[in-house]
């Protein structure tokens, strides 16, 4: 797709990986939806700012009657509450899953319409090496990124019909607010989000953007044994 000649809406757009997608979305030339809980918390010149709780159908919703012309959504918002599958707080491990598989498919279902009235489009998921792969305190982020994995795969199949292209991103630790307390390598969300724009603008469906996302990819064929060694 032409980047530079697209209408975006970003969730999360205020901060972290979100905040460099519009502003480098900005830099190409696009025009910007930069969605956030708090659309006072967007700075960026020239974006639009509009509110979206991605957790509320209503404000998914009214974001989207608020937007017109957008051909490119970028489902990013996303939380992570370290909260133990077998000891932590339900509601911690539901709203992971309500931010990143339900909160996704909502907007989607929500800007499907408005991706076909403009041609198609494209929607890009920011995924996670952590889709694939788990360990304990991240077990409800992974699952619930798993499950927005297996969506991504079924809607881009639905919408291909509407010529909408679907595409996923998949990345380990990134510096961001996020990652704040993780001591890891981490990934620069500036050079996530160029590669990740770049992709989408090739028309790409599946995106990986660092070496750890590629080697788990590949260890999926190894199976249990391969990815879990500490459990064989
Ligand atoms: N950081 C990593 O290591 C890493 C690795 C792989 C994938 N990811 C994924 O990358 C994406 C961006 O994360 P990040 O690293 O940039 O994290 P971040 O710095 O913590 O930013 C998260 C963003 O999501 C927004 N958000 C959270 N819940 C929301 C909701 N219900 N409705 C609308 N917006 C909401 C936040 O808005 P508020 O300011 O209102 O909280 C914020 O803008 C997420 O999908 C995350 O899972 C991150």
Same mark, same amino acid.
């Given at each position: 797709?032409?980047?530079?000649?697209?209408?975006?809406?970003?969730?999360?757009?205020?901060?972290?990986?979100? +905040?460099? /997608? =519009?502003? @480098? &979305?900005? !830099?190409? $030339?696009?025009?910007?939806?930069?969605?956030?809980?708090?659309?006072? *918390?967007?700075?960026?010149?020239?974006?639009?700012?509009?509110?979206?709780?991605?957790?509320?159908?209503?404000?998914?919703?009214?974001?989207?009657?608020?937007?017109?012309?957008?051909?490119?959504?970028?489902?990013?918002?996303?939380?992570?509450?370290?909260?133990?599958?077998?000891?932590?707080?339900?509601?911690?491990?539901?709203?992971?899953?309500?931010?990143?598989?339900?909160?996704?498919?909502?907007?989607? +279902?929500? /800007? =499907?319409? @408005? &991706?076909? !009235?403009? $041609?198609?489009?494209?929607?890009?998921?920011?995924?996670?090496?952590? *889709?694939?792969?788990?360990?304990?305190?991240?077990?409800?982020?992974?699952?619930?990124?798993?499950?927005?994995?297996?969506?991504?795969?079924?809607?881009?199949?639905?919408?291909?019909?509407?010529?909408?292209?679907?595409?996923?991103?998949?990345?380990?630790?990134?510096?961001?607010?996020?990652?704040?307390?993780?001591?890891?390598?981490?990934?620069?969300?500036?050079?996530?989000?160029?590669?990740?724009?770049?992709?989408?603008? =090739?028309?790409? &469906?599946?995106?990986?953007?660092?070496?750890?996302?590629?080697?788990?990819?590949?260890?999926?064929?190894?199976?249990?044994?391969?990815?879990?060694?500490?459990?064989?």
């Amino acid at each position: 797709m032409d980047i530079s000649a697209s209408t975006a809406f970003v969730t999360g757009a205020n901060r972290g990986l979100g +905040r460099h /997608f =519009a502003e @480098q &979305l900005l !830099a190409r $030339g696009a025009t910007v939806y930069a969605g956030a809980r708090n659309p006072d *918390s967007i700075d960026l010149a020239g974006a639009i700012p509009i509110a979206i709780d991605v957790t509320d159908p209503a404000s998914v919703e009214a974001a989207a009657r608020a937007s017109s012309g957008v051909n490119l959504v970028i489902n990013n918002a996303g939380s992570a509450t370290g909260a133990s599958l077998l000891t932590g707080d339900l509601a911690d491990l539901r709203l992971e899953m309500d931010t990143h598989y339900f909160g996704s498919l909502a907007v989607t +279902r929500a /800007f =499907a319409p @408005q &991706l076909a !009235a403009n $041609g198609g489009g494209s929607i890009l998921n920011v995924l996670s090496v952590l *889709s694939w792969i788990t360990f304990p305190n991240v077990g409800g982020y992974s699952a619930a990124k798993a499950a927005a994995w297996s969506m991504t795969n079924e809607l881009r199949i639905e919408l291909a019909g509407q010529g909408t292209t679907v595409s996923a991103l998949h990345v380990g630790y990134m510096d961001t607010d996020m990652a704040r307390h993780v001591e890891a390598e981490k990934n620069d969300p500036a050079v996530v989000a160029k590669l990740a724009l770049d992709a989408v603008a =090739a028309g790409e &469906l599946e995106i990986l953007a660092d070496d750890l996302s590629r080697q788990v990819q590949a260890g999926l064929a190894g199976g249990v044994a391969a990815l879990y060694p500490q459990a064989a």
